[in-house]
T-cell receptor, first 115, second 111 residues
Framework: EPEVTQTPSHQVTQMGQEVILRCVPI?????FYWYRQILGQKVEFLVSFYNNEISEKSEIFDDQFSVERPDGSNFTLKIRSTKLEDSAMYFC?????????????FGPGTRLLVL | GDSVTQMEGPVTLSEEAFLTINCTYTATGYPSLFWYVQYPGEGLQLLLKATKADDKGSNKGFEATYRKETTSFHLEKGSVQVSDSAVYFCALRSGAQKLVFGQGTRLTINP
């Protein structure tokens, strides 16, 4: 069964450093998402992406964050200058279509620790 | 804005016990409702979903019914197993693309 993959599974970085989290969505999916979960808190939406553009973003997704689909398979989340509060589990998700009934398929997550 | 509230965890049960995890929501419009499960060390997996009022989603012995009158989508299972130990997330999706999640409920089943 096709699945969403994410790399790395864990990343430790120093405050102020740039990190890039990578995702490979399911191959025929067209809509891509990033979510994050700070330890002990809710899973929160960050951004959605379609047709090489951001289609929706949350207030968390400020200028420090960016997303890109650099080729036909990868979908990346970049944090330019990490802060301690960016420590979280980051989940990528994808869907084939949009709409409220569509299931979003999630990757296993990248655990980011900012020191 | 849209929101989801789940019962506080953690929940600990013995094998073969009956499980209920409460979920209520606030949303504009007519959302779809989802239960996702996260097993240790893994990502979020869709467990079941319901897209309109009175729909019942079911999978792996779990069930949840979309109750518009009580704005609820409680997860139930008649007889839990040790392998059901995981974190369970209730979520909704209305007109926007994003999923809105509850805080998650950690379930531990003891043999």
């Amino acid at each position: 069964e096709p699945e969403v993959t994410q790399t790395p599974s864990h990343q430790v970085t120093q405050m102020g450093q740039e990190v890039i989290l990578r995702c490979v969505p399911i191959s025929n999916h067209l809509y891509f998402y990033w979510y994050r979960q700070i330890l002990g808190q809710k899973v929160e939406f960050l951004v959605s992406f379609y047709n090489n553009e951001i289609s929706e973003k949350s207030e968390i997704f400020d200028d420090q964050f960016s997303v890109e689909r650099p080729d036909g398979s990868n979908f990346t989340l970049k944090i330019r200058s990490t802060k301690l509060e960016d420590s979280a589990m980051y989940f990528c998700a994808s869907t084939q279509k949009t709409g409220r009934v569509e299931t979003q398929y999630f990757g296993p997550g990248t655990r980011l620790l900012v020191l | 804005g849209d929101s989801v509230t789940q019962m506080e965890g953690p929940v600990t049960l013995s094998e073969e016990a009956f499980l209920t995890i409460n979920c209520t929501y606030t949303a504009t419009g007519y959302p779809s409702l989802f239960w996702y499960v996260q097993y240790p060390g893994e990502g979020l997996q869709l467990l079941l979903k319901a897209t309109k009022a009175d729909d019942k989603g079911s999978n792996k012995g779990f069930e949840a019914t979309y109750r518009k009158e009580t704005t609820s989508f409680h997860l139930e299972k008649g007889s839990v197993q040790v392998s059901d130990s995981a974190v369970y997330f209730c979520a909704l999706r209305s007109g926007a693309q994003k999923l809105v999640f509850g805080q998650g409920t950690r379930l531990t089943i003891n043999p």
